[in-house]
């Protein structure tokens, strides 16, 4: 049987990537978009946290920040939820879960990785910047 709630070690990361070629409004109101943007995310995780029970939640497109970024990139945040049985779950994990998910996803967005499972998953010719955040 699956953990119960009172059983499960839950961690968070909040992140987000800019791409362009999408309206906030319009990612926002799509569904399939969003499933489909959080699948490209946990396709890009290491091996070992794709093992896990991954879901990617909150997905929110919004206008990217001017003093940060050009004019026209759309700042899309969401979170990683892992959960893992607590008894499996060791302390100070949350940080090595971190560290993985820094690492790939910001390789996955500097090599392109990230930006062809999207055009893939969307069927669009999104661009993604090389601009990824992630934050505990």
């Known amino acids: 049987p699956a953990p119960t709630a009172a059983e499960t070690a839950t961690v968070e990361i909040s992140a987000s990537v800019v791409i362009t070629g999408i309206t906030p409004s319009s990612f926002n109101a799509n569904q399939a978009q969003k499933d489909a943007f959080a699948e490209s995310i946990i396709a890009n995780l290491a091996a070992e946290v794709q093992a896990m029970n991954v879901e990617v939640t909150?997905?929110?497109?919004?206008?990217?920040?001017?003093?940060?970024?050009?004019?026209?990139?759309?700042?899309?945040?969401?979170?990683?939820?892992?959960?893992?049985?607590?008894?499996?779950?060791?302390?100070?994990?949350?940080?090595?879960?971190?560290?993985?998910?820094?690492?790939?996803?910001?390789?996955?967005?500097?090599?392109?990785?990230?930006?062809t499972v999207l055009q893939d998953e969307l069927l669009n010719t999104y661009q993604l910047r090389s601009d990824c955040q992630l934050n505990p």
């Open 58 to 115: 909150n997905i929110v497109a919004a206008t990217a920040r001017r003093r940060r970024l050009q004019a026209g990139n759309v700042e899309v945040s969401f979170k990683i939820v892992i959960r893992k049985a607590a008894n499996d779950y060791t302390p100070g994990e949350d940080a090595t879960l971190l560290s993985s998910v820094q690492t790939t996803l910001k390789a996955a967005v500097s090599d392109g990785s990230l930006a």
